[in-house]
């Protein structure tokens, strides 16, 4: 019998449009090619309605023009998440559809920062892609700095602070950006998709660029920007034994890599991460190459991260000198255009990624989590029956 | 980039140096319709573009927004950038910003550049209105069985029928019905800086007529007319416009 698989996407987020790339090119798309699934696609409409129907395993679905309508006629579903995770769809004639394995596609807010991970960590199924904990870190570009820095990886100097710090005493945090070299990023901490960065270069757009960042997050990161800068970054999957993608670097038409670079210009079917606007394995020194995975493979095993994640590296051209930017617990259409490059194909990618969280699953399974105890029977007061 | 305005984050452009030059697009338009425009005037100017609130890459205001509520925010982006605007350059829809906020003394400039603008169709005053009367009682009684199950179908070709940019318009469907419903030719009258009126002589969507009007009204304006050219006339001709500008300004 077929595997029952879900593929979550959408989500009450700034990349919910994105998330549902991702989901159809390459994840529905390459499970339907392998014929071994069932494959049901549960969409999160930004205004955090559930829905499932398998018309939805259809792109063409979300981009025809009267989406919107068609949306409102479709039927919510009901999620249960004791012992296994099902889908619901009430009313008169209701169905019930158990779901063996979850394949998380949501970006950013809900989706990749954790959130989703703990609804179906306690539903008691197998998911692919990073856990929890990973996912928490790595959507928060301080925390991952501050994890990596305890581990001696190198990361670009930076300052953050909190809306509230803001308001309380502005000046503070102006002199300590001050202190830094030069032009500098401001970044909300945890969207991803390059979403609200503004490049700052003089004093005079410093708040606004901060107060854009505020806008989207409640905490904000202002880092130096890297002299010659080569940004580079690297494809990683497995849980204990890695699997490296190429080396690649993306190369910038604009500032720096902005939300349409990533994921739409030059490509308007939408395959993701665009080709055409990066350089496949990229055209860097063995030395640095070898570097740069290996500084991967350690910040990918630092923040815990297991089923596939990509890291970002920022490289200072004249120093050589390289940095950990931030690591991406769900890369935009899994970045399988990379992946075909070094010979995974769509259909081996999101196979092996189902075998990555099975495995990951069992795994947890040996792990004890409850404990008879008696402290229930010490308790004090008068126990019911006494 | 981006910019916090009236608590919307605002997409923006902002290039060159030298007079400030703000362009403010149409409706269901962003700030690349300037594109080739502005990469010909920035070597001279400073051109700053915006998309306004509902299109391009900026939020959508919370409630529907009238004409008066779009002035107060081009107005509040330039306090916020903390610009002196030396001309304003509008299309279609940001050609009425222009007239009404002239008018009110809520923007102000030295000279001011219309191309196709809206805002003085007044035959057309008739078919909005009507059209939006219409709109309303089709809204209603398309809740009453059996009409409801045909309403998706009946809107649709309602709204073919009222044309194409209310079609589009989803959210702002009643932003577009208050901005369409207001007539400017009495605001374009207290208008007293010297205005260019850049017109395509084929202007299906503003006709050559209404250019013409607005020269009539406008004390010290100037019509252009660039032949073979439309509605976008601004992108279809850019150099031709471009060479207008320069002149004017």
Known sequence: MKKTIAVIFGGRSAEHD???????????????????????????????????????????????????????????????????????????????????????????????????????????????????????????????????????????????????????????????????????????????????????????????????????????????????????????MGNEELQLAAVERPLNKTEFFDFSDKYLSGNKKGGGANSQYSEIPANIDGELAKQVEDLGKKTYRTLGCSGIARIDFLVDGSSKQVYVNEVNTLPGSLYHHNWKKVGVSGVELVTKLIAFAEKRFVSQQKTTYIFDSDILKKAGGQKIGE | MKIIVQDLATEYQDEGTGKVLLFLHGWQDNFHTFDSLASLLSPTRRIIRLDLPGFGKSEVPQEAWNLDNYIQFVKDFIEKLDIQVYAFVGHSFGGRIVIKGEATKNLQAQKIILIGSAGIAKNRTFRNSTLKLLAKIGGLITYIPPLIFWREGLRKRMYSFIGSDYLNTGKLKETFLKIISENLSVSAKKIAMPTLLIWGEND???????????????????????????????????????????EFL
């Not at chain 1, 892609?129 to 959507?139: H, I, K, N, Q, T």
């Not at chain 2, 100037?222 to 601004?234: A, D, E, M, T």
């Open chain 1, 18 to 236: 994105v998330s549902i790339i991702t989901a159809h090119t390459p994840i529905i798309q390459s499970l339907l090619a392998t014929g071994q699934f069932d494959v049901w696609p549960i969409y999160i409409a930004k205004d955090g309605s559930w829905y499932s129907d398998q018309a939805m395993n259809d792109l063409a679905y979300f981009t025809q023009d009267n989406f919107q309508a068609y949306l409102a006629r479709q039927k919510k579903v009901q999620i249960l998440f004791d012992n296994g995770l099902k889908i619901i769809w009430p009313g008169i004639r209701s169905k019930t559809i158990q779901i063996d394995i979850a394949f998380p596609a949501m970006h950013g807010t809900f989706g990749e920062d954790g959130s989703l991970m703990g609804l179906l960590r306690m539903a008691g199924i197998p998911f692919v892609g990073c856990d929890l904990f990973a996912s928490a870190v790595a959507m928060d570009k301080v925390l991952t700095k501050q994890v990596l820095t305890a581990e001696s990886i190198s990361v670009v100097p930076y300052v953050w602070f909190t809306k509230n710090d803001w308001e309380i005493n502005r000046s503070i945090w102006i002199e300590k950006i001050a202190k830094l070299n030069w032009p500098v990023f401001v970044k909300p901490v945890h969207l991803g998709s390059s979403i609200a960065i503004t490049k700052v270069k003089q004093n005079s757009e410093l708040e606004n660029a901060i107060e854009v960042a505020f806008h989207y997050d409640d905490k904000v990161l202002v880092e130096e920007s890297v002299e010659n800068l080569i940004e580079i970054t690297l494809p990683i």
């Open chain 2, 204 to 246: 299906t969507e503003t006709p050559l007529s209404d250019g013409k009007k607005l020269a009539g009204l406008i004390v010290d304006s100037q019509l252009k007319v660039i032949r073979g050219s439309g509605h976008f006339v601004h992108k279809e001709k850019s150099q031709e416009v471009s060479k207008l500008v320069q």
